[in-house]
């Protein structure tokens, strides 16, 4: 194997579980028509981006079980505590982790997302958070950072 491939291996492979990651756990089967809940009160900004980085700071601790008790039921249908040490583990990042910057709010649909920029060693990614509307993790993405 030719090492200019060797070097680029390891970050093909954390996109590739990366991807992997979102689409089994972003993924929301449809509601059927008269199955549609009400609107929830809208939550407010800050408090998603202080749960967004608490979420991130349980994984980077390696708090998976709790981490698991934030998500939706669709989520917690999709991903065991065990499962998503396994995926958070092989995605290796880069070395040890930082810290991260300022997280930010976005509302896409009926979903808040909380973009919290991590920093590692040799790396920095935006892990993104997911909260539906009553609070609960619906989603999780872990992306190089912009």
């Known amino acids: 194997m030719p090492p200019s491939f060797r070097l680029i291996l390891p970050a093909i ?6 991807v992997m990651i979102g689409l089994l756990i972003h993924f929301h089967p449809p509601r ?3 199955n549609i809940p ?3 009160p809208t939550p407010d900004q800050a408090v998603l981006e202080q749960r967004g980085v608490a ?13 698991t008790q ?3 039921p669709t989520m917690a249908a999709g991903l ?13 990042i ?3 982790y930082l810290g991260h910057d300022a997280p930010h709010l976005a509302q896409e649909a009926q979903y808040y997302s909380v973009y919290v920029p991590c920093r590692w060693e040799k ?16 989603g999780l993405w872990v992306a190089p950072y912009d």
């Open 13 to 18: 492979a954390a996109l590739i579980v990366g």
């Open 32 to 34: 059927k028509p008269g």
């Open 38 to 40: 009400a609107p929830a």
């Open 55 to 67: 979420f991130v700071e349980m994984l980077t601790a390696g708090k998976f079980p709790e981490a």
């Open 70 to 72: 934030w998500f939706d």
């Open 80 to 92: 065991s505590a065990p499962a998503l040490g396994t995926e958070w583990h092989q995605l290796d």
């Open 94 to 96: 880069g070395g040890k």
């Open 123 to 138: 790396n920095k990614v935006d892990i993104k958070v997911v909260f539906n509307a009553a609070g609960k993790v619906s």
